[in-house]
């Protein structure tokens, strides 16, 4: 994710490559990023810190703390800190840095890879207008983004950030079901990637509210109204109301094991 962000805020001329400092703790990841985007690669976590004015925390949350304790001790009032680390609340990484510094929470997601992702930033107290606007002007350049207070972070972080892997999942389970159904995979792919990025497509452009979109493609007695039947009467509804709430429940999980941790 954090090199969708560089890559994103490079191609929309927010600021020149060179001036981008980068650390991974995988040099090879690293050399081959500031190979490819042009960016400046630093020899440590401290080093962007010590150099930058906005910082990127671009890790998973089981590697937060061990970040955080390196960043403490560098880190000042008078810069940005934005972090993407899924289920990890501002209260939290406040603590670990021992201070009260501007900071903006965000939940990106994966198709932020090719700019078509969206993003949701809640700012922490500390953090101003023009914090947000610089936030929002980072992840606009990787698709699109909303502003959220951060008590529906958890939320959000179930629908849109792991909300792509549920949608694949459902997107394999119809190519599977086409196969069976006697169409070559290579045809069932396209047919199915389509079908779902034209339904989005559609769904973003019309205006229109999806249940009315829905009723739109829906003859009654028609083959549309006969698979929608079958996934009434399989309680679909109820199947994703449970995968919202797992990954939303994990999420709040996530903040409170490395919280007592």
Do not use: W
């Not at 906005?54 to 089981?62: D, F, G, S």
């Not at 350049?141 to 792509?164: F, K, L, R, Y």
């Not at 290579?186 to 389509?194: F, H, Q, R, S």
């Not at 549309?224 to 079958?230: D, E, F, W």
């Amino acid at each position: 994710m954090g090199s969708a962000l560089i890559k994103g805020i490079v191609n929309a001329g927010l600021y020149e490559p060179h001036s981008i400092l980068g650390y991974d703790k995988d040099p090879k990841k690293l050399d081959a990023l500031a190979s490819d985007v042009h960016i400046t690669p630093a020899g440590s976590n401290e080093k962007v810190v010590e150099t930058c004015s906005t910082l990127v925390l671009a890790v998973k949350p089981q590697d937060i703390k061990g970040v955080l304790k390196e960043l403490a001790p560098v880190v000042s009032q008078d810069q940005l800190f934005i972090s993407i680390a899924a289920g990890i609340p501002i209260s939290l990484i406040t603590h670990l840095l021992g201070k009260e510094i501007p900071l903006v929470r965000a939940m990106p997601n994966t198709p932020a890879l090719i700019g078509k992702g969206v993003t949701a930033l809640a700012p922490g107290g500390a953090a101003t207008e023009e914090h947000l606007r610089l936030a929002v002007a980072i992840f606009d350049a990787v698709g699109t983004t909303v502003v959220v207070d951060e008590a529906e972070m958890d939320a959000v972080t179930a629908v849109s950030g792991s909300g792509p892997g549920f949608v694949f999942r459902i997107m394999e389970g119809f190519v599977e079901a086409a196969v069976e159904g006697g169409l070559d995979r290579e045809t069932a792919i396209a047919l199915v990637t389509g079908t779902f990025l034209g339904a989005s497509a559609l769904a973003t452009e019309s205006g229109d509210a999806l249940a009315v979109l829905r009723q739109r493609v829906t003859s009654p007695g028609g083959t549309t109204a006969a698979g929608l039947s079958v996934m009434e009467e399989m309680g679909l509804d109820v199947i994703l109301r449970k995968v919202i709430e797992a990954a939303c429940t994990r999420s709040k999980e996530l903040g409170k094991e490395l919280s007592t941790g």
